[in-house]
């Protein structure tokens, strides 16, 4: 035990490095999940095909795993660029002890706030943003991070819910019809789901429906 001490130096260079890098990357993988969900287009993308789920009413069809595991995909799809720049400008130069962690913390930050700041509304940055009695930021690089996130997601939130709005509609009207159809042959008693869920899957297979509601995830971004 005393030799294996011994053969540790903490004051070597490359022992204090590897360290750092060890710290650094442990930090990144324990906010990983906060950092895929809230800082990239992760939320908007499973809340959709959440409400395309819904909409349908096949219960647990397609399965959680499966939503998860496309919306997964599809945020890495969409943040390839952002994830790029992040290792070229941040990761890369760190690993190669260019630049210490608070520059590349920096560097790392400035693809996130420029991709956040595309899709957050102006009124949901102002309400944090005086909250913390900042003043309205130069650049993107001058916007905190604490007051940049939330109002991201709220944003994303709020767009989210409004394309779930736009897929909800069509199969409302086949459930109205359906249920009209049913009442005017006093069949009240026949739940009008069971009727409308064939036509409901009918119609989403028509229109080949997953492609169209990827391809309209896709051009919000």
Partial sequence: MIDLLEQINTNSPDTVSSSVTLLLLLTVLSLAPSILILMTSFTRIVIVLSFVRTSLATQQMPPNQV????????????????????????????????????????????????????????????????????????????????????????????????????????????DMVVASVLMSMGMMMLPPVMISLPFKILLFILVDGWYLIVKSLLQTF
């Fill in 67 to 174: 939503l998860v595991g496309l919306s997964l995909f599809l945020t890495f799809f969409i943040m390839a660029p952002t994830f790029q720049d992040v290792n070229e400008t941040a990761l890369t130069p760190l690993f190669n002890e260019e630049i210490t962690i608070e520059e590349a913390y920096d560097l790392a930050s400035l693809p996130f706030k420029e991709f956040m700041s595309q899709h957050t509304r102006q009124k949901d940055l102002e309400l944090f943003l005086s909250y913390l009695d900042e003043q309205p930021p130069a650049s993107v690089e001058d916007i905190p991070l604490t007051a940049l996130v939330p109002a991201f997601a709220i944003s994303e939130l709020k767009t989210a819910f409004q394309i779930g709005f736009m897929i909800f509609i069509p199969f409302l009207v086949i």
